[in-house]
């Protein structure tokens, strides 16, 4: 059914009905609940929310890798979430997992370090986009001790790293 045809439907039913469907599609997986919660949930509750999508970026770094499985929480909390503070340790908690994953069993490979790359440009764009100078001087020590930590990686990762942090956030080398 595509989105036209569901939101006609959707007028079919009422109130009660439709907060039914909702709760059974937030029941039918854990991670439709912790988006509901996230999305529903005030500032108070929040840490919990955050902790779940940590958790679920942590653990797709441990045994087999699933950087894709660690995007999406990134993702899922981002459209359930205004909160650009935990966006961004989210964010950076990616690249730092992906890190010491380098730094416990050795180079990885070429697409390995591009999605870190990737997320980190990502996390040092949405800073300088937002402008809020508190927030990426919160973040700026992380920030740092990623470059710092990739010194003498392969693929380049430890020079993108460098270039991005000192281009974009304006520090000398």
């Not at 730092?96 to 440009?121: A, P």
Request: aromatic fraction near 12%; glycine fraction near 6%; hydrophobic fraction near 35%.
């Amino acid at each position: 059914m595509k989105s036209a045809e569901l939101k006609k439907t959707h007028e079919l039913f009422d109130k009660k009905e439709l907060i039914r469907l909702v709760f059974e599609l937030a029941k039918l997986r854990k991670d439709n609940m912790a988006w509901l919660e996230t999305k529903l949930q005030g500032s108070e509750h929040l840490p919990e929310s955050v902790e779940y999508y940590k958790k679920k970026i942590l653990s797709s770094f441990e045994g087999r890798i699933n950087l894709k499985v660690a995007k999406k929480a990134i993702s899922d909390f981002r459209k359930a979430s205004n909160d650009r503070e935990s966006l961004i340790d989210l964010m950076l908690l990616y690249v730092e997992s992906g890190t010491e994953i380098t730094v416990k069993y050795g180079d990885m490979y070429e697409q390995f370090y591009y999605s870190l790359e990737c997320m980190y440009g990502d996390t040092v764009e949405l800073l300088n986009k937002w402008g809020d100078k508190s927030l990426i001087e919160k973040f700026r020590p992380r920030l740092n001790a990623v470059v710092t930590k990739t010194e003498g990686m392969g693929w380049g990762y430890h020079d993108t790293l460098s270039g991005i942090y000192y281009d974009e956030l304006g520090e000398e080398k």
